[in-house]
C-alpha cells in the first residue's frame, strides 16, 4: 500500500546532471525494494536501477552503470536517481516502482508512480 510520485524530469543538454525523485506516501516504505524503470519513445519499458529496503544494495542497467547512481532516505520516504554524463538515449519517461524483491523485469514491482519525462538534447 504505497502511492509513488515521480518529480525532476526536464530538458537538459547531452553532458549534463539532473536529478530525479520519487515521493512515497505510506508507513512502510523502508520495507519495499525501490527501482527505477525508463521508457523512450516507441520503445518498451526498461530497467534502470533499482535498490534494496535499506539501501545496502543496488542493481543498474549496464547501459548506465558509472553514469547514474540510485539512493533513498526513508526518514523522507523518497528515492532518488542522479544521473549524470547524460545522452540523448537517455530520453525517457522516468518512473519509479516498489516491490518485494529485486529483479530488473517490470512485472516484479506492484505500485508504480506517474512518470516524469527527461528529455536530454544533442
Known amino acids: 500500500q504505497v502511492q509513488l510520485v515521480e518529480s525532476g524530469g526536464v530538458l537538459v543538454q547531452a553532458g549534463g546532471s539532473l536529478r530525479l525523485s520519487c515521493a512515497a506516501s505510506?508507513?512502510?516504505?523502508?520495507?519495499?525494494?525501490m527501482a527505477w524503470f525508463r521508457q523512450p519513445p516507441g520503445m518498451e519499458r526498461a530497467f534502470v536501477a533499482t535498490?534494496?529496503?535499506?539501501?545496502?544494495?543496488?542493481q543498474y542497467a549496464d547501459s548506465v552503470k558509472g553514469r547514474f547512481t540510485i539512493s533513498r532516505d526513508n526518514a523522507k520516504n523518497t528515492v532518488y536517481l542522479q544521473m549524470n554524463s547524460l545522452k540523448p538515449e537517455d530520453t525517457a519517461v522516468y518512473s519509479c516502482?516498489?516491490?518485494?524483491?529485486?529483479?530488473?523485469?517490470?512485472?516484479?514491482?506492484?505500485?508504480w508512480g506517474q512518470g516524469t519525462q527527461v528529455t536530454v538534447s544533442s
Open positions: 516502482a516498489a516491490g518485494n524483491v529485486m529483479q530488473t523485469a517490470s512485472g516484479w514491482y506492484g505500485y
Open positions: 535498490i534494496s529496503g535499506n539501501g545496502g544494495n543496488t
Open positions: 505510506g508507513r512502510t516504505f523502508g520495507r519495499y525494494v
